[in-house]
């Protein structure tokens, strides 16, 4: 049997090839809380939008991707923060007087909203 490092590649023109039955039970064993499949599909996207991300050995990325999944709290069930592989976010709530605090802060004269209608102007 060729090792798992050898065999698991990742083509831009069809995706994950050399990924076993045996080895997604295996990573769903060691990360019960990470959705693999649904992992897998988010790391085909990942490498399609980065292009010079290529690696050379995809099976320790898999690895590694779960890992994080895992320690940010799995892809399965509530957790307090977000789980992704790409690190995780704390979600703050906003009271009404701070939104409209940044709402007037946004709009008064030199603002954010009139520097990017500046900007957009320039294009």
Same mark, same amino acid.
């Given at each position: 049997? +060729?090792?798992?490092?050898?065999?698991?590649? *990742?083509?831009?023109?069809?995706? *994950?090839? @050399?990924? /076993? /039955?045996?080895?997604?039970?295996?990573?769903?064993?060691?990360?019960?809380?990470? +959705?693999?499949?649904? +992992?897998?599909?988010?790391?085909?996207? *990942?490498?399609?939008?980065?292009? =010079?991300?290529?690696? =050379?050995?995809? $099976?320790?990325?898999? &690895?590694? *991707?779960?890992?994080?999944? $895992? $320690?940010? @709290?799995?892809?399965?069930?509530?957790?307090?923060?977000?789980?992704?592989?790409?690190? %995780?976010?704390?979600?703050?709530?906003?009271?009404?007087?701070?939104?409209?605090?940044? &709402?007037? /802060?946004?709009?008064? +004269?030199?603002? %954010?909203?009139?520097?990017?209608?500046?900007?957009?102007?320039?294009?």
């Amino acid at each position: 049997m +060729e090792p798992q490092h050898k065999r698991i590649q *990742w083509l831009e023109s069809g995706g *994950w090839s @050399g990924i /076993e /039955e045996h080895d997604v039970i295996h990573w769903s064993k060691c990360y019960p809380r990470v +959705e693999v499949d649904q +992992e897998l599909r988010a790391m085909d996207c *990942w490498l399609q939008a980065n292009p =010079k991300q290529r690696k =050379k050995n995809y $099976a320790r990325m898999i &690895v590694n *991707w779960l890992a994080r999944c $895992a $320690a940010a @709290g799995g892809s399965t069930g509530y957790t307090p923060q977000r789980a992704t592989c790409s690190g %995780s976010y704390e979600q703050k709530r906003i009271s009404k007087a701070e939104i409209e605090a940044a &709402v007037s /802060e946004n709009t008064k +004269e030199g603002g %954010s909203v009139e520097q990017l209608r500046d900007f957009r102007k320039g294009l």
